[in-house]
């Protein structure tokens, strides 16, 4: 089955701070049709990595939207133009942690476009049992 990927630009944004800019991996696969998988690099080191559903972030290019860890919105901005802002929480080694990524929204919306010719809204399939067996086996 054919995977949808594309590497864009992001920055970093800390309260006070200048942004950082980092490249983003997104990654869409049908084995696992509702969701996004997001890897942040400085360089070739791996920062992070974050899954999170492929409506959410949809939602986010034209109003608030997410809950629990992920949460998008739309911004724009004079130095960036059309941005979403996606704010991510985990843990790391030191407890909670949240991390503030300012994307650039025409190259999101060109990725998920790609995703939705792959696998349309509506037309995802789960395989329930299969999730679980694996949930299950740890």
Not at 12 to 29: E, K, W
Not at 38 to 66: I, K, M
Request: contains cysteine; proline residues 7%.
């Amino acid at each position: 089955m054919s995977r949808v990927s594309a590497d864009i630009d992001v920055q970093l944004a800390a309260a006070g701070q200048t942004p950082v800019p980092l490249r983003a991996r997104l990654s869409y696969a049908p084995t696992d049709p509702l969701a996004v998988r997001a890897e942040f690099f400085h360089g070739t080191v791996r920062l992070a990595c974050w899954h999170f559903d492929r409506q959410t972030l949809t939602e986010g290019l034209h109003r608030p939207a997410g809950g629990g860890d992920a949460f998008f919105r739309p911004v724009t901005t004079a130095a960036h133009g059309r941005t979403v802002r996606m704010e991510l929480h985990g843990r790391n080694t030191h407890g909670p942690a949240k991390a503030v990524f300012l994307a650039d929204a025409p190259s999101l919306d060109r990725f998920l476009e790609r995703t939705r010719a792959l696998v349309p809204p509506g037309t995802e399939d789960v395989d329930v049992d299969a999730l679980l067996d694996a949930l299950l086996a740890g």
